[in-house]
């Protein structure tokens, strides 16, 4: 059974840091891409980055401020996320892409306010 647990998600005040991952399980995980994808309070899902075998891919309103990378021997997907603003508030979700999302983990809430 695939199963992707996000952690770290918090409270942070604007322009702080902070480093959210995730951990996987049940499949090969070198396979696949890996994707982080946010939802705001009360707005639809929005893709954040992907790391695939050719290379990394962020957003425009994340990018310069995170950085995702991957530990293939850990089975962990982590997304470091500097200079929060308020805009990134919101639950961030880890999924498997594979010619799509196909598996979510249950999300991290990250929360940035003064």
């Not at 530990?71 to 799509?100: E, I, P, W």
């Amino acid at each position: 059974e695939v199963q992707l647990v996000e952690s770290g998600g918090a409270l942070v005040k604007p322009g702080g840091s902070l480093k959210l991952s995730c951990a996987a399980s049940g499949f090969t995980f070198s396979y696949y891409a890996m994707t982080w994808v946010r939802q705001a309070p009360g707005k639809g899902l929005e893709w954040v980055s992907i790391i695939h075998s050719g290379g990394v891919e962020v957003a425009d309103s994340v990018k310069g401020r995170f950085t995702i990378s991957r530990d293939n021997a850990k089975n962990t997907h982590d997304l470091q996320m500097n200079s929060l603003n308020a805009a990134d508030t919101g639950v961030y979700y880890c999924a498997r892409f594979n010619h799509g999302i196909d598996s979510w983990g249950k999300g991290t809430l990250v929360t940035v306010s003064s």
